[in-house]
């Protein structure tokens, strides 16, 4: 496994990070989770992603359950705060009060005193940006957060808070976490040179495209038995199960192969090539999952092979 420091900070992230997204508290029964968990951890893998809205809370308790066994300092651990958590107008959002109330509410529910990183889970416009920063702030002079971070925010809505809490003398956003992949490249126009300007680092979620990018799905044929696609409220896999998306997963197999990779592993190397990212954050519902995915780190993309895959892509 191989690290990158994460943004302009002096932290240090695995390449290839394990989330918690859709699977862990629900979907995926907790023994799997628990030792997806434990072969990436054994694999050098030190970044764990989770939110309190998974599963309502439920992922956290897995993860934190999972990674007891562990010192604290040997693991990255984030977490998030903005979707509803219950019925309440007070609820959601990324109010001080809401901010506050969730960063315990996580804390207890992971069994840390602390969490590495906090993301804003979208961005809130009905609460000042001024107020979720400081909210922010107050939580990293506490100790009880180390780095703030962001996700899914446009660039004009970092750029915007980045010179707010220079101004304000308030601790800055670090990292971002955006979806990314060959399928979706949305964050290359404005979100990675806004993030380069800043020293803010990509953590980048759904660089598989679902599973897209695995090549388990077939054009005109089921969705593998119990695969994501496979459930009636996933099967589009948002809207990235398209015929279109399939062809271009077909001509990637061959690239894939001519660099005795597997197209997963293609996948993850190309989000790689990036230098603004940090790591690539992977789900997994097995331990052999976590296993394969690892092998792409540190795995050097030539040009050539570059060129293809973008003429492909295009």
């Known amino acids: 496994m191989e690290y ?36 990436a951890y054994d694999l050098g893998v030190n970044f764990f992603d989770t939110a309190n809205v998974y599963m309502r809370g439920e992922a956290e308790i897995v993860v934190g359950n999972a990674l007891k066994k562990y010192t604290r300092d040997s693991y990255v651990l984030a977490t998030k705060v903005f979707w509803p958590m219950g019925d309440g107008p007070n609820d ?40 979720t920063l400081r909210a922010l702030d107050d939580l990293v002079r506490q100790g ?7 996700s899914e925010w446009t660039a004009e809505q ?6 707010l809490a220079d101004k304000k003398l308030l601790d800055r956003i670090v990292v971002n976490q955006p979806q990314y992949s060959m399928l979706e490249r949305y964050i290359e126009k404005e979100v990675l040179p806004v993030s380069e300007k800043h020293g803010i680092g990509q953590v980048v979620w759904s ?11 077939q054009k005109g044929a089921k969705a593998p038995e119990g695969s994501r696609a496979s459930q009636e409220k996933y099967n589009s896999l948002f809207g990235l199960l398209t015929d279109e998306n399939l062809d271009k997963v077909e001509l990637l197999k061959g690239v ?27 789900g997994a519902s097995r331990p052999e999952q976590v296993e394969q995915n690892v092998k792409a780190s540190g795995v050097k993309l030539t040009e050539e092979t570059l060129t293809r895959i973008e ?4």
Not at 144 to 150: N, R, T
Not at 158 to 163: D, R
Not at 311 to 314: A, C, P, R, V
């Open 311 to 314: 003429e492909i892509l295009k």
């Open 4 to 39: 990158r420091r994460l943004g302009k900070t002096g932290l240090k992230v695995s390449e290839i990070s394990l989330g918690s997204w859709l699977t862990y508290g629900g979907y995926v029964e907790e023994q799997n989770a628990t030792a997806s968990i434990d072969k």
């Open 207 to 217: 660089p598989l495209a679902q599973g897209v990018l695995t090549g388990k799905y």
């Open 256 to 282: 894939a192969a001519d660099n005795d990779l597997s197209l997963a592993n293609l996948a993850l190397a190309w989000i790689l090539r990036q230098k603004n990212v940090a790591s690539a954050l992977v």
């Open 144 to 150: 009880k957060i180390l780095y703030v971070g962001v």
């Open 92 to 131: 959601r959002g990324l109010s001080r009060k809401h901010v506050i109330e969730q960063c315990h509410a996580s804390l207890k529910r992971l069994n840390t005193d602390y969490v590495d990183i906090y993301y804003c889970h979208r961005f809130d416009p009905e609460t000042p940006l001024e107020e």
């Open 158 to 163: 970092i750029s915007e808070a980045v010179l």
